[in-house]
């Protein structure tokens, strides 16, 4: 079967308070299992998850910071607002934020959004998938899933790429323990991170920059079987512990 | 205008010889500009790019290395001999290929392959996906774009993803870099890995196990511009510096 992507196009600038399902349903005929990719800038300006910048008093911290990031020190301490584990502070902020997601800036972004305003991560994404996912489901009345997306850098590789940081109605890892190849070997590779996948791809239909489309649905999607943790913990994650020797 | 993400059903079981692109294009309607996933395993089977355990011999490192993996020392052996660098010897082989990427074991695999054979990363992707690109323009007719796949870990988060290990037809990078967002601001996400977004999706429709879906096309994909330095050098990756001084 062909697994179909759909661009939703002609979405206006988001304002707090917006009705993002309403809006999305007028724009998409949705069917029951379809895969809804949001970027979570977008369902954040919607629920007002925004922060001034002419809001924000800087700590001496967030001030020492920014004199080597070269950046705002109010924009360092919304990034340390959100953060609940520093693992680097330069050449960029790295760091964890509540839910366990690893990311630059704690996620925080300048982009897309009104001068001098700095829009954060949901701060409870799982939530916020779920959320969206019933709010879609009361008015289409299908079942529709949902993953919020961001973007993230990678290790070793070049580039950003889209990752899932809440989703609803699946679970973050399809789960191959046990099962076999197709020679009977037990398979080595046994865990696989499919809403980084889906929100991956859904990044790159969505485009950066100006094409404003910042939601895409999956149909026809094959159904899989799983768990929902995503983050390693910090005990268990080599990369992690060797920069945090640095 | 809707992407489609077609996988390649009904292919055999592939061996040393087969002529893919003949197989494949008996199995799919090409039209220009599609995209073709094909997993690395398959192509490196097809042309003969595996090895045979009872014909390795393990060097002292390769005994020593497998003592702290519990691996076997040939299998090891055969992981240094396609390493160009590595990064971690224990509790993996992480380790530098000659193209730059990155992978555990060399990207080395015991899946779904006959008992005693280990099937090595093509050992020049860049040129394998042209080939085949070229190969698969002759049978079809059509313009057909080439990515070849890995899975590979993260940083921070658990399971797999696809990503690409060689591509022709693309650049690796969509380069946003001077492009402005929805308000003008200079976008701070400027470099994007398209090709393994692409890639990471394909896998995910692949599957892994017992499904025996090598090969997945993306019909209507927009196209980008930018580059394909999608390594990054030694000296500019924070992560690897990090780990080799572990």
Same mark, same amino acid.
């Not at 309403?22 to 954040?44: K, N, Q, T």
């Not at 800036?105 to 959004?113: C, F």
């Given at each position: 079967? +062909?697994?179909?992507?759909?661009?939703?196009?002609?979405?206006?600038?988001?304002?707090?308070? %917006?009705?993002?399902?309403?809006?999305?349903?007028?724009?998409?005929?949705?069917?029951?299992?379809?895969?809804?990719?949001?970027?979570?800038?977008?369902?954040?300006?919607? +629920?007002?998850?925004?922060?001034?910048?002419?809001? #924000?008093?800087?700590?001496?911290? *967030? &001030?020492?910071?920014?004199?080597?990031?070269?950046?705002?020190?109010?924009?360092?301490?919304?990034?340390?607002?959100?953060?609940? !584990?520093?693992?680097?502070?330069?050449?960029? #902020?790295?760091?964890?934020?509540?839910?366990?997601?690893?990311?630059?800036?704690?996620?925080? !972004?300048?982009?897309?959004?009104?001068?001098?305003?700095?829009?954060?991560?949901?701060? %409870?994404?799982? @939530?916020?998938?779920?959320?969206?996912?019933?709010?879609?489901?009361?008015?289409?009345?299908?079942?529709?899933?949902?993953?919020? =997306?961001?973007?993230?850098?990678?290790?070793?590789?070049?580039?950003?790429?889209?990752?899932?940081?809440?989703?609803?109605?699946?679970?973050? #890892?399809?789960?191959?323990?046990?099962?076999?190849?197709?020679?009977? +070997? =037990?398979?080595?590779?046994?865990? &696989? *991170?499919?809403?980084? &996948?889906?929100?991956?791809?859904?990044?790159?239909?969505?485009?950066?920059?100006? @094409?404003?489309?910042?939601?895409?649905?999956?149909? @026809?999607?094959?159904?899989? *079987?799983?768990?929902? !943790?995503? +983050?390693?913990?910090?005990? &268990?994650? #080599?990369?992690?512990?060797?920069?945090?020797? @640095?």
């Amino acid at each position: 079967m +062909h697994i179909e992507v759909i661009p939703v196009e002609g979405l206006p600038l988001i304002h707090q308070g %917006d009705d993002l399902a309403e809006m999305i349903c007028r724009l998409v005929a949705f069917e029951d299992g379809d895969i809804l990719c949001l970027a979570s800038s977008v369902y954040s300006k919607a +629920h007002g998850h925004t922060r001034l910048l002419d809001e #924000i008093v800087p700590s001496v911290d *967030a &001030e020492r910071i920014a004199l080597k990031t070269h950046e705002d020190p109010r924009f360092v301490q919304a990034v340390l607002d959100d953060t609940t !584990d520093v693992i680097l502070e330069e050449p960029f #902020i790295l760091s964890e934020t509540v839910t366990g997601h690893v990311g630059v800036r704690a996620g925080l !972004d300048h982009s897309n959004v009104e001068d001098g305003m700095v829009v954060r991560l949901p701060p %409870d994404p799982m @939530n916020a998938a779920a959320g969206l996912r019933d709010a879609l489901g009361a008015v289409s009345g299908k079942d529709v899933r949902v993953i919020i =997306t961001d973007t993230c850098g990678r290790s070793f590789r070049r580039g950003q790429a889209g990752v899932a940081i809440g989703w609803s109605g699946m679970t973050a #890892i399809r789960d191959f323990r046990g099962d076999h190849d197709l020679f009977g +070997h =037990t398979l080595e590779i046994t865990e &696989e *991170a499919v809403v980084d &996948e889906v929100a991956g791809f859904s990044n790159f239909v969505m485009g950066e920059s100006n @094409n404003g489309i910042p939601a895409v649905v999956f149909r @026809n999607c094959p159904q899989w *079987a799983g768990h929902d !943790d995503l +983050h390693f913990r910090r005990d &268990e994650d #080599i990369i992690r512990e060797a920069l945090s020797k @640095n």
